[in-house]
């Protein structure tokens, strides 16, 4: 099964509208990270933002904030008042918890290409 | 601070020759990861290297292989190249191994053209 997926392969939004970013994960480990980068098409990937899975309140960092729903277990990024330079792949990852070693890894998922049309 | 860096950003081998791509960490982080991205796939784990021991390694072949020097900086060795085997390598590091919380950082990917 996979352990993040994201169902949008791509979206085009509007210059200076909000857009959202699907997420969904799967672990039965209680404790774990979820991250967001994003890819420009120069292929560095950049840290975006964290939520951990024992954080209360959602993360924010700038115009980038996560929808938080544990239960459901989604972490959807929401970028506010886009730009044409949030054009790019962005990728949800997960860190699992379960011990030391072994699980240091990050799972990515497929991505989605967002695409900020002026 | 200088971020990771990787070299060389692109590399252009033929099939079954060897090819070594180089790594360095952040300052200060001891922890380096690969990762493979493949044209239309997603970022597969490679190798997790860590005060000099390799500690996890993903789902490939041993023809991957690396190693991490005193300094933390680190080589992944591809033998025996295949076709397959073009793709993006990123390289991350972080600072603590322990915690769930640490975030990866990313090097700007080495390029590996396999022909």
């Known amino acids: 099964a996979q352990k993040i997926t994201q169902t949008q392969p791509g979206m085009f939004v509007q210059e200076k509208e909000a857009v959202t970013l699907d997420c969904t994960y799967d672990t039965s480990d209680p404790s774990y990270g979820l991250f967001w980068y994003k890819q420009p098409s120069s292929g560095e990937m950049i840290f975006l933002i964290y939520q951990g899975s024992y954080d209360q309140q959602n993360a924010t960092e700038g115009r980038y904030s996560l929808n938080f729903q544990k239960a459901r277990k989604s972490a959807n990024l929401v970028i506010s008042a886009s730009q044409l330079g949030d054009s790019a792949m962005y990728f949800c990852a997960m860190r699992e918890g379960k011990s030391n070693f072994g699980n240091e890894k990050l799972t990515f998922g497929t991505g989605t290409r967002l695409t900020i049309i002026p | 601070e200088a971020g990771v860096t990787q070299s060389p950003t692109h590399l252009i081998k033929t099939r079954g020759q060897q090819a070594t791509l180089r790594c360095s960490p952040i300052s200060g982080h001891t922890s380096v990861y690969w990762y493979q991205q493949a044209l239309g796939l997603g970022l597969q784990f490679l190798l997790w290297?860590?005060?000099?021991?390799?500690?996890n390694r993903g789902n490939f072949p041993p023809r991957f292989s690396g190693r991490q020097f005193p300094n933390y900086s680190s080589e992944l060795n591809v033998n025996a190249l295949e076709l397959e085997d073009s793709a993006l390598y990123l390289c991350a590091s972080s600072l603590d191994r322990g915690r769930v919380a640490e975030t990866q950082y990313f090097g700007p990917g080495t390029r590996l053209l396999v022909l």
């Open positions: 290297y860590d005060e000099g021991e390799e500690r």
